[in-house]
């Protein structure tokens, strides 16, 4: 039977990730995106208030996250506050903790901003439809896996094909949970994690680039159902690296810059 949600409740605050959130490095394991779009959903019903905006979301990869396994979520409202405020969300595979999340929510209001208000040129990476669809077999083996059947990209420029930085709208086919329309920072953290992935500069064959962290600022909630990003990858200098890298993007929605967001990359050649 084929899953219709990224993931499946199975208990109270028990969550199994379907074959629709496989990774391109272990089909045992999940792609970051879901396992991000879970945890931002947990942060938005963390307290059932609805006067914060989502501003930050760190996430850490702490195991692999395994696929269809019964997996625990817990919230901690770290920092109640008023005007600011902190949420630590961890998910768990019985005893083991697989990943945690660490998000900063600021007071929403609505003002003007002064009309000598200077801000950098947003530069947006086109519209959805001035890209092209780019299917991908990378990690597959012809099976499930979201980056294929979870979510639509749209290169503007670069692609799958293309090594180095792209322009590329991302949008999800499919909700996080069944029977809820997926929010804007829920689609955000889905997207914003594929960073690395569009934009590597390194043969996928003789080396493994994984991001066991994700952190994202946001502008202010996400509008419409696609997410922007103009993403690069970075792996060293002069030829050489330590081991370390890091893949950046800037965040878009139909209504302009959103924000950014930054993955910290364990580079290894394959055994």
């Not at 969550?15 to 938005?44: Q, S």
């Not at 997207?191 to 569009?198: L, W």
Request: charged content about 20%.
């Amino acid at each position: 039977m084929t899953a219709t949600a990224l993931f499946e409740p199975v208990g109270a605050d028990l969550w199994m990730p379907t074959d629709l959130c496989r990774g391109p490095w272990d089909p045992r394991h999940c792609h970051g995106g879901p396992v991000g779009a879970l945890l931002a959903r947990a942060v938005e019903h963390a307290d059932g208030e609805t006067h914060w905006q989502t501003a930050r979301l760190t996430m850490e990869l702490t195991r692999p996250v395994p696929v269809g396994a019964q997996l625990r979520l817990t919230t901690t409202i770290e920092r109640p506050g008023r005007k600011v405020s902190l949420v630590a969300i961890v998910l768990a595979d019985g005893d083991t903790e697989v990943a945690r999340l660490r998000a900063l929510r600021i007071r929403q209001t609505d003002f003007e901003l002064p009309a000598d208000t200077i801000q950098p040129d947003p530069d947006p990476p086109g519209l959805p439809g001035d890209g092209r669809a780019i299917d991908s077999t990378w990690g597959t083996d012809g099976g499930v896996a979201f980056h294929t059947h979870g979510c639509q990209h749209r290169f503007v420029e670069g692609g799958w094909d293309v090594p180095g930085p792209v322009a590329v709208w991302i949008r999800l086919t499919v909700p996080v949970v069944d029977g809820e329309q997926p929010s804007g920072v829920q689609r955000c953290a889905a997207a914003a994690d594929f960073g690395n992935g569009v934009s590597r500069g390194i043969d996928t064959e003789r080396y493994i680039f994984i991001n066991p962290e994700l952190t994202i600022h946001l502008l202010r909630q996400p509008e419409g159902e696609w997410v922007g990003m103009r993403s690069a990858s970075f792996y060293g200098a002069g030829g050489r690296t330590t081991g370390a890298g890091f893949a950046e993007s800037a965040l878009y929605d139909a209504a302009g810059r959103l924000g950014r967001s930054v993955q910290s990359l364990f580079v290894d050649p394959r055994a």
